[in-house]
Nanobody, 128 residues
């Protein structure tokens, strides 16, 4: 059973940067596509980024493209989200997630979709 735990959230000023981390345990990470989601106050949870099992492929939604960078370190069982040029619209609880699917070969991913494993989230607040 894969377990995920996010960290690194906090309060940052508009235009600032923050790097989120997601620690995995309980199961292998290297064959999984990993995702970042976020849920802003009063809004539905949305998938914002994903990364293929080997890190070669990434995908972002338009609202974060060019500002956020997803990366991973399979040896350390870690997933990261570097967030730059933050705006108040980025204020949300951020989640890492994955499905049960294991990929023998790296494949492109698409941000979002139904997930099987979730972390509890970390809050990011961007002040204006």
């Amino acid at each position: 059973q894969l377990q995920l735990a996010e960290s690194g959230g906090g309060l940052v000023q508009s235009g600032g940067s923050l790097k989120l981390s997601c620690t995995a345990s309980g199961s292998t990470l290297e064959y999984r596509i990993l995702h970042w989601f976020r849920q802003a106050p009063g809004k539905e949870r949305e998938g914002i980024a994903c990364i293929s099992s080997d890190g070669a492929y990434t995908n972002y939604v338009d609202s974060v493209k060019g500002r956020f960078t997803v990366s991973r370190d399979n040896a350390k069982k870690m997933l990261y989200l570097q967030m730059d040029n933050l705006t108040p619209d980025d204020t949300a609880v951020y989640f890492c997630a994955s499905t049960k699917a294991l990929w023998a070969l790296p494949a492109p991913c698409e941000a979002g979709g139904a997930m099987n494993y979730w972390g509890k989230g970390t809050l990011v607040t961007v002040s204006s």
